[in-house]
């Protein structure tokens, strides 16, 4: 019988270009209006030590920060990220699981540096709090696994999850 570890896996589904920005760029920092916990046992494979929480990056199906008059892409190529995919290449990843991402912290927006280039605007949730949930890996899927998301954290399928553990070496 397979492990929890192996079968059991959440995902986050964010908005293109976010999400290849996390899996194969610089951004480290995933701003949200509530906290992530940070387990210090579960979710690990046996090399693992410290604290993390793996989660599955999935980029949403809507293609709407795409779009030839939304600024985000050239914002990021501009400021962030230089490298970042053509526009064609990130709308095929959309709805779609492309890696996975270890959280290893959870800030309140006030407590990270203004520095931070990836860290939202003080005024980018309409005056909620905001949270910075801190990346501290990533592996990429060799090919990414097109499914559906959902709001908020979700569980990944078991047969998808066994999939993303075998392909990323985890």
């Known amino acids: 019988m397979p492990s929890p570890r192996l079968t059991s896996l959440k995902a986050l589904t964010v908005l293109e270009p976010y999400g290849t920005c996390i899996i194969h760029g610089t951004k480290r920092i995933e701003n949200r209006t509530y906290p992530l ?12 030590n410290g604290y993390g929480l793996w989660l599955a990056i999935h980029a949403a199906a ?4 795409l779009n030839p008059a939304e600024p985000t892409c050239q914002t990021i190529r501009l400021q962030y990220w230089s490298d970042l995919p ?23 927006a006030e407590e990270v540096s203004d520095e931070e280039i990836w860290k939202a605007p003080e005024d980018a949730y309409g005056g909620k709090q905001q949270y ?18 959902q709001q908020r954290l979700w569980r990944v399928d078991e047969a998808v999850a066994q999939r993303i553990w075998h392909d990323v070496g985890l």
């Open 37 to 48: 916990s940070i387990p210090t046992i579960s979710n690990y494979n046996d090399n693992d």
């Open 62 to 65: 809507s293609p709407r920060l």
């Open 86 to 108: 053509p526009t064609v290449t990130l709308r095929e990843n959309c709805g779609k699981i492309l890696g996975v991402a270890k959280f290893v912290a959870c800030l309140k």
């Open 132 to 149: 910075c949930w801190i990346i501290g890996e990533v592996r990429a899927l060799n090919e990414p696994i097109k499914c559906p998301g």
